[in-house]
């Protein structure tokens, strides 16, 4: 089945993982210190504010499984479009203190110029945090370009203090979906359950995002969201962002002595992917920990003329 139910897991169990995981990339790679320390402090916002969100209510959407069903049938995600309303309150609370984190761990006046525009008001947080949710990156840049901001931290910050709500919206949605295994044949009553079996495409099948990398776990290709962590497999093996599967579609492992890592770079479109085996999948959030630790893979397929590709825009997509 293309979408893997990945299960949640507590802060009590995230936290050791997540620290385990860390001083396993410091053994491997200690130049990558400082960067080590900064991933810690946001990262530990983040779990905190999903452990918040997942004790409260989330908004009640007006999206039932056969409506689900088919906007993913055309090719839609299921989130995309949809009139959601946020706790404006406890994300903001969040996004300044991940603001005042960046600043301390290097982003100095950069981050803090973020951060009083949101206290200020220059900066709206709620429509901030809305465009984050809906993955308009035209608008978060432009907005953050006027106000003399740097657009990339912004899209950041709000990708961040964003993410543990599209997470549990994600879950709440495709909760009609079931936990089947990947082998397991869809339910013809059950009408996400197909959707989502026929969803072959290389963005996120919730928000529409690229996947921030890839796990193989039994050799199964397991595309894992950037934003809100669906995770979901190709029934072909081809480039995420075109779909060529032909010559200009190669994988490669820059470092001949650690073929489990390795990059997807296709020419037709110049993206590329990391994919990397493990043996199970990260859970929420710690995925970024794996993106950092494999950095020198995204430097790889740079380095070649390969980039990773703007969002698709769903806006002329019908919702119904």
Known sequence: MPYIFVPSV????????????????LTDRPELGAAVTLQRRLVELVIGLKQTIEGGRLP????????????????VPALSGEPIPLPVQALTGVLLSLCGELAAGGAGEVAEHIRSAIESRQLDAGSLLASSLSRDQGAIRSGAVHRGLAPDLVWLVAELAVGPFAYALQRSVFAHAGHPEPSDAPRSDNPVQLALHGWNHGYCPACGSWPAMAEVVGGHRTLCCSFCAAAWELTTYA???????????????????????????????????KTVDVSEMSPFPLLSIADLETMD???????HGYAKPAMKDFARYPRR
């Open 10 to 25: 507590s802060r009590e169990e995230l936290l050791p993982a997540a620290n385990q995981r860390w001083e396993a990339v």
């Open 60 to 75: 009640r959407l007006s999206m039932p499984p056969r409506y689900v069903a088919a906007k993913l049938s055309r090719g």
């Open 239 to 273: 480039c995420v962002y075109c779909a060529e599967d032909g010559e200009p579609f190669v994988t490669a492992a820059p470092d001949e002595d650690r073929k489990d890592r390795r990059v997807e770079v296709c020419s037709s479109c110049s993206g590329y992917l």
């Open 297 to 303: 893979l995204d430097m790889a397929a740079m380095d």
